[in-house]
Structure formats: C-alpha cells, structure tokens
C-alpha cells in the first residue's frame, strides 16, 4: 500500500535554531517528492519538488534531501524565523496510469512551531 | 502569478442544508481538485475533475457531489450538511502533471 509517514508530528524550537523534519515513503512507482509549507488557516504552498535523480534541492534556508534507495527525504531549515512556524506536508506523486490524479500521497504533516 | 480563489474563507451552516463551495482558478489549468483536512488525518481528497463535465470520485466522496460546467470553476455540493462534514476545505489545481496550487481553504461549520 502506498504510504508517507511523516516524523516528528509536532516540534518545538527557538528562534534562530536549525530543524529537520523526516519524511518515508512506501510508493512505488515513484515520480517525484514535494514538500509544501502550510500556514496556519492557509492553503498549503508548495516548497520544493524532487525527482528520482535529484538528491538535494534548497529554496532559500529550506533545503530538501532525497534518498530514492532507502526511500527517504528530509527537510532542512536554516537559522529558523517565527515565520517559519508552519506544518510541512510531504507529498510523493506515484506514476499512475497517466490519468490526472497522478497518485499524490500526502504525509499527514509536521507542525513546527519556532518561538522566541 | 498563479491564483486559486475560494468562494468563502469561512461559513457556517446548520445540519441538512445545501452548501454550495465554490473555486476558480485563472491558470487555465485542466485539472481541479476538492480536498478535505482534518487535524490528524491530513489531506483527504473527495473529488477531482481532469476536464470540462468530467469528474473522479476520491478517496471520501460520500456526501458530496461536484460540478464543472467551465474549465476555469470547480463547485464542491454538500446536499444535506451534517456536523461531520465540520472541516477545512482546500481546492487545488494543476496542469497534467505539474506542481498543484491550493487555494486560501473554506473552513466550514455545520452545526
């Protein structure tokens, strides 16, 4: 079954700190990774997107690792802001039979919260 | 720039009535999308249109319907509201395979 476990599910850290928040993935076939940053009452607002052959991207301080063997990406936040207090959500897209849906599995979301 | 509009950021409605939650999207996008989130359960979607007239049911259409009559508007229809149809909905749109974008989120009360 077509999975994305995200970890931890809430974090905690001062302002200023470095985070990183995990996310597994039982899809197959895989097409690509996006992580997307939700704030608060918002719509999510999309990150990074990673493929097969990519292993990191940045945008910014955030910056994203795929492990397409061990099936493992990651999310690096650097020097932390209180805007940054969001939930992350991890989104694998599986190659499906081409229709439009494309098989997009969402991880349920890690909320970091970056206080002062 | 990309934009995705909700018809309401917030509604509040009474249990049996007919809500009507609608999305538009300006990037000429073909395909829109209905999610429902909830705390600990995530994104969930409810249904998903990939043309004109044409729709998929997601993982949890019961007790909803959609319609789009044009490409660019996509209406989500709670027939009889009931409070476990008390949620945050979220409208995405995307083009074929590309990156989705969401809209701001109708977040709905059914009491």
């Known amino acids: 079954k077509n999975q994305v476990e995200q970890s931890p599910q809430s974090l905690i850290i001062l302002e200023g700190k470095n985070c990183t928040l995990q996310c597994n993935y039982t899809v197959s076939p895989f097409s690509n990774l996006r992580w997307y940053k939700q704030d608060t009452g918002r719509g999510p607002v999309s990150l990074t997107i990673?493929?097969?052959?990519?292993n990191t991207k940045s945008n910014g301080r955030y910056t994203a690792t795929l492990d397409a063997d061990t099936k493992q990406s990651s999310l690096h936040i650097t020097a932390s802001q209180l805007s940054d207090s969001a939930s992350y959500i991890c989104?694998?897209?599986?190659?499906?039979?081409?229709?439009?849906?494309?098989?997009?599995?969402f991880g349920k979301g890690t909320k970091l919260s970056v206080k002062p | 720039d990309v934009k995705v509009t909700q018809s309401s950021r917030y509604l509040v409605k009474r249990t049996g009535e007919k809500v009507f939650l609608e999305c538009v999207q300006d990037?000429?996008?073909?395909?829109m999308f209905w999610y429902r989130q909830d705390p600990g359960l995530g994104l969930r979607l409810i249904y998903f249109s990939y043309d004109v007239k044409m729709k998929e049911k997601g993982d949890i259409p019961e007790g909803y319907s959609v319609s789009r009559e044009k490409k660019e508007r996509f209406s989500l229809i709670l027939e009889s509201a009931s409070t476990n149809q008390t949620s945050m909905y979220l409208c995405?749109?995307?083009?074929?395979?590309?990156?989705?974008?969401f809209g701001p989120g109708t977040r709905l009360l059914v009491l």
């Open positions: 990037m000429d996008h073909e395909n």
């Open positions: 989104v694998v897209s599986a190659r499906g039979d081409g229709g439009s849906q494309g098989n997009l599995i």
């Open positions: 995405a749109s995307r083009q074929r395979q590309e990156t989705q974008y």
């Open positions: 990673m493929t097969f052959s990519e």
